[in-house]
C-alpha cells in the first residue's frame, strides 16, 4: 500500500510542478530565468492561503510554519521532511505548510517582514521576485552559508550565486535548470542532419538553413517573451545586462552581438518566433509536438513539459549540449535558468534548525533521488549524476521518453555551468520586463534594428534608477 501511494504521489508531483520552474519572463504571473515562476502558483486567490499539517511525530519535535505559492512543493518537503525525522530522531520538525496564490503570497510575505510580526520559518521565494528581499537597506532572511557547507564539494555552487548577496546566500535552489538542446532526431535524420555534429552556434545556424532548404520547415524558434537563449549567449560572451556601477546596460557590444547573430538566423528563414513566445506555453508544445520546430533551446526541466504535453514524440527526441563559441571557448558553456530559492526568515526562533532540515531537503544526495525520480528536474546535488542505476533506470518515465541518457549532456557540461548574476539586482526585474515585452518583441516582430530597440529600451529601464 505505501508504493502505491508513493507511486500515485509521485504522477501528482509530476503533473503539478509542470510549470514550477519555468518563468517566462514576459509577465509576473507565470521560471523562466527571469521575472516568473507564478504558472506555478495556486489557484487560489485568497491570500489566507490552503494549510496542511504534517502527522506529528513520535517524540519531540520543533514545529517549523512553510509557506509556498505551489501545493505539490508542499507534499515534496513532507516526504523529505518524513525522511529528515527518521535520519534525525533527536533533531524532528513538523511542518504546516500554507500555500498561497503567487503574488500574494510574496506580497504577504513583504508586509510581514516589514512589520515584523507574521512571517512564516520557512518560505519559497521565485527566482525573479529573490532580488527585492535581498537589496533593501537590511536583509530580513537567514544566512544559509554554513548549513550549506556539508553540502558544498557536491552541488553546482553557481547555482547558488542567483540567491546570494555579498559573499552570503539566502536561499535554496530545488534544481540547476541547466540550459540543454532538444533535438527531434526523427525530423533532423530525414532531413540528413546529424545533431551530434552541431557544437557552435555557426554550427547551429548552417544546420538550420540546411534543415530548412530541405524540408520548408522552421528550424528553431525565436523568442519574444523569454531570453532563455538570450541569456545563455550572453553569459558565454562574458557579458551582461549591467554596467561596472551596477547599473543597467542594454546598449552593450555583447547583447548587441547576440542579438545581431539572432537577426542574421532569422534573415536566414530557418528562424522565426514561436507561438506562445517561446518554447514553455501552450502554444509552443503544441506546434513542436506537430513537428512545426526540430530544436528547441531550454532549461533541463522541459524535459517535464515534453513527457506530458509533446506525447506524439516520444522516443523522437534527444537532449544534447548547447551550442557555444566556439570549441575551444573557456567560458561557461552553459547557465542555469528559472528557480525558486527556499529561504529561511531570519527572525525565526527556529532559524538555525530549519536552515539545516531544508539544506537536507533541497542539497541532500537523498533529495537529489528524488528530484530527478520523481519530478525529472537536474538536481543541484550532483552526486547521482554519473549513478546510472538511477539516471538510466529503464522505469523511469523520462529515460523511457528520451532517444538517449538525459543525463549525458549534463554530464558533458557539468565543469562549466555558469549564472547570470545580474538575476540579484534590484533592477533585474525591471530590465527582463522590458526584455521580454517589448524589445525583442520589437526586433523580431516589427523589424526595428538591434540598435535602435536597444537605446530605446535602455532609455525605458533608466527611468527606474534613482
Known amino acids: 500500500m505505501k508504493k502505491i501511494l508513493a507511486l500515485i504521489l509521485s504522477m501528482a508531483m509530476v503533473l503539478s510542478l509542470l510549470t514550477a520552474c519555468g518563468s517566462s519572463s514576459s509577465s509576473s504571473t507565470s521560471d523562466s530565468s527571469t521575472t516568473t515562476d507564478s504558472s506555478a502558483a495556486s489557484d487560489s486567490d485568497d491570500d489566507s492561503g490552503d494549510s496542511f499539517v504534517m502527522d506529528e511525530p513520535e517524540g519531540e519535535y520543533t514545529d517549523l510554519t512553510v509557506w509556498t505559492f505551489n501545493e505539490l512543493h508542499q507534499e515534496f518537503y513532507i516526504d523529505m521532511a518524513e525522511k529528515w525525522n527518521e535520519e534525525n530522531p533527536d533533531k524532528q520538525v513538523r511542518l504546516t505548510l500554507m500555500n498561497m496564490d503567487y503574488d500574494a503570497m510574496h506580497n504577504k510575505l513583504s508586509i510581514a517582514l516589514e512589520s515584523g510580526t507574521g512571517a512564516p520559518d520557512v518560505v519559497d521565494i521565485e527566482i525573479g521576485k529573490f532580488p527585492s528581499f535581498i537589496n533593501g537597506a537590511s536583509i530580513d532572511l537567514y544566512d544559509l552559508s554554513d548549513a550549506i557547507e556539508p553540502y558544498l564539494d557536491e552541488i553546482v555552487e553557481t547555482r547558488l550565486d542567483i540567491y ?22 526523427e525530423l533532423l535524420e530525414e532531413a540528413g542532419i546529424d545533431y551530434e555534429s552541431i557544437e557552435t552556434w555557426d554550427d547551429w545556424k548552417e544546420a538550420g538553413v540546411a534543415y530548412y532548404e530541405a524540408t520548408g520547415k522552421q528550424f528553431s524558434n525565436l523568442e519574444t517573451t523569454a531570453q532563455w537563449v538570450v541569456n545563455l549567449m550572453l553569459v558565454q560572451k562574458g557579458g551582461s545586462y549591467l554596467d561596472e556601477d551596477g547599473n543597467p546596460n542594454l546598449t552593450s557590444d555583447e547583447l548587441t552581438e547576440v542579438l545581431n547573430f539572432l537577426v542574421e538566423c ?37 524535459t517535464s513539459r515534453f513527457t506530458n504535453y509533446m506525447t506524439d514524440l516520444s522516443g523522437k527526441v534527444a537532449i544534447a549540449t548547447v551550442p557555444r563559441l566556439s570549441t575551444s571557448d573557456t567560458t561557461p558553456w552553459t ?33 537529489s533521488v528524488e528530484i530527478w525520480s520523481v519530478l525529472g528536474f537536474d538536481p543541484v546535488n550532483t552526486a547521482i549524476w554519473t549513478d546510472t542505476e538511477i539516471t538510466e533506470n529503464p522505469d523511469n518515465a523520462f529515460v523511457q521518453y528520451f532517444v538517449n541518457s538525459p543525463f549525458y549532456a549534463l554530464n558533458e557540461m557539468a565543469d562549466s555551468i555558469g549564472a547570470l548574476s545580474d538575476q540579484t539586482s534590484a533592477y533585474w526585474s525591471d530590465i527582463t520586463n522590458e526584455i521580454s515585452t517589448v524589445t525583442l518583441e520589437e526586433i523580431f516582430e516589427n523589424g526595428t534594428s538591434v540598435e535602435d530597440a536597444l537605446e530605446s529600451s535602455q532609455d525605458t529601464v533608466m527611468t527606474y534608477v534613482s
Open 335 to 367: 547557465i542555469g535558468g528559472g528557480g525558486t530559492g527556499t529561504a529561511i526568515v531570519a527572525s525565526s526562533e527556529n532559524a538555525e534548525l530549519a536552515a539545516e532540515v531544508f539544506a537536507y531537503i533541497k542539497l541532500s544526495s537523498e533529495a
Open 266 to 302: 532569422q534573415d536566414t528563414g530557418a528562424f522565426s518566433p514561436m507561438p506562445g513566445g517561446q518554447p514553455d506555453s501552450d502554444e509552443a508544445y503544441a506546434s513542436f509536438n506537430q513537428g512545426d520546430y526540430a530544436c528547441q533551446i531550454m532549461p533541463f526541466w522541459q
Open 164 to 185: 546570494s548577496k555579498d559573499g552570503s546566500v539566502y536561499g535554496y535552489p530545488t534544481h540547476v535548470g541547466t540550459t540543454v538542446a532538444f533535438y527531434n532526431v
